[in-house]
Every structure is written in structure tokens, then in C-alpha cells.
T-cell receptor, first 115, second 111 residues
Framework: NAGVTQTPKFRVLKTGQSMTLLCAQD?????MYWYRQDPGMGLRLIHY???????AKGEVPDGYNVSRLKKQNFLLGLESAAPSQTSVYFC??????????????FGPGTRLTVL | DQQVKQNSPSLSVQEGRISILNCDYT??????FLWYKKYPAEGPTFLIS?????DKNEDGRFTVFLNKSAKHLSLHIVPSQPGDSAVYFC??????????FGQGTRLTINP
């Protein structure tokens, strides 16, 4: 199993450009998440999905859109990139249930720089 | 308003000694707490968790303590090893759906 994979690993954009980050998981997980990590701020939730075809806003959703057309994929889109979106983006997934099943599995991250 | 706080950005510990990482939270509705470990250029990996109905959970060298009255949890690593050098994040959730993370503490184990 590959677990959670993210594409691309690195990207440099100019202000105003658009791009899509792809997250894929092969664990048949229902829940998927997109986070951004900035220095001194930990991981902050951007958007999440509780199942195929559903999405919901997290803590910092402005400037981002998401889609979950297939259960195994969760896409994060930047319509018009801004320097404030320079960050490391992590995708995560988890299965259903409580207790130990609340563990989220993370991808390796995408480092995005917006000039 | 930061609901989960790790007030120590960094911690340095000698190999073989105990490492204690601390985390405070403000939301009394949190019912599950987790610790994640992160190496550079990798995603966070799950380390250990605790439910709000418990006050201690052990897994090998790692023990998490929860003090609900103080809204405080801590991670103890004993004995500390060089491979434990990483950034540690505490996280909390309500009914396991979404995680709220602290800012992280960089742990350095010195030989």
C-alpha cells in the first residue's frame, strides 16, 4: 500500500496563477483533509470531506476550493494564487469510527511558493 | 483564538534522559487527544493518543498524561534516543472528526 500520496511535491507559482494539488489514498478511507503548515502555527485545516461527493470548510478556507469526485482522491485548488498562500500543504485521510480509528494518516506534503 | 497551545517551541534533552513535552487546550468539548511526530520533509506520523475518559496511556517508551481539570496533556519519552529528534505536535478533536493542532515543539536529543 502506498498510503497517502500527494502530487506535486514542489511547485512555484506567480501571483494570480492557478493550480490543483492532488491527494490520493489507497486505504479506502471515508474522511480526507487538507492542511497547511506555516512556521510557528502548526497545521491548520483548510477543507475536509466526510465521504465521496461531500466537502466542508475548515479553519482557513478562503482562497481555496476542493472536490471529492472519487472516494480515493481529494483535490485542492487555488484559483488565483497569492503570496500569503506560500506554505507546505498536507493531505490526510482516516477511516470511520472513534477511538484509535480517529488516527489520521498524512501524505509527504507539497511545498508551494507563490512569488 | 488558539484552542491548542504548545508553549515551548523547542526542547533539548540528553540521550537516555526523560523528555517531557507539554500541551494546553481551552475547549472543554475535546474528547480525544493525539500526539504526532514529524521529521523534516515528511508528513506527520501518529505516535500515541488518549481518550478524555482516561488520564494515562502508555506505549513502549511513550506515555501520554491527561489532566482534564487543568486542560493539560503531556508526552513523556523515556529513555530519549537520538531518533526521537523531531517536531512533535499535539492535537485534539471533538468526536474524532476534525483535529486542532498545536504549534509544535522541536525536540533535540543530544548524545
Amino acid at each position: 500500500n502506498a498510503g497517502v500520496t500527494q502530487t506535486p511535491k514542489f511547485r512555484v507559482l506567480k501571483t494570480g496563477q492557478s493550480m490543483t494539488l492532488l491527494c490520493a489514498q489507497d486505504m479506502n478511507h471515508e474522511y480526507m483533509y487538507w492542511y497547511r503548515q506555516d512556521p510557528g502555527m502548526g497545521l491548520r485545516l483548510i477543507h475536509y470531506s466526510v465521504g465521496e461527493g461531500t466537502t466542508a470548510k475548515g479553519e482557513v478556507p478562503d482562497g481555496y476550493n476542493v472536490s471529492r469526485l472519487k472516494k480515493q482522491n481529494f483535490l485542492l485548488g487555488l484559483e488565483s494564487a497569492a503570496p500569503s498562500q506560500t506554505s507546505v500543504y498536507f493531505c490526510a485521510s482516516r477511516g470511520p469510527g472513534l477511538g484509535s480509528f480517529s488516527e489520521q494518516f498524512f501524505g509527504p506534503g507539497t511545498r508551494l511558493t507563490v512569488l | 483564538d488558539q484552542q491548542v497551545k504548545q508553549n515551548s517551541p523547542s526542547l533539548s534533552v540528553q540521550e537516555g534522559r526523560i523528555s517531557i513535552l507539554n500541551c494546553d487546550y481551552t475547549n472543554s468539548m475535546f474528547d480525544y487527544f493525539l500526539w504526532y511526530k514529524k521529521y523534516p520533509a515528511e508528513g506527520p506520523t501518529f505516535l500515541i493518543s488518549i481518550s478524555s475518559i482516561k488520564d494515562k496511556n502508555e506505549d513502549g517508551r511513550f506515555t501520554v498524561f491527561l489532566n482534564k481539570s487543568a486542560k493539560h496533556l503531556s508526552l513523556h519519552i523515556v529513555p530519549s534516543q537520538p531518533g526521537d529528534s523531531a517536531v512533535y505536535f499535539c492535537a485534539a478533536s471533538v468526536r474524532a472528526q476534525k483535529l486542532v493542532f498545536g504549534q509544535g515543539t522541536r525536540l533535540t536529543i543530544n548524545p
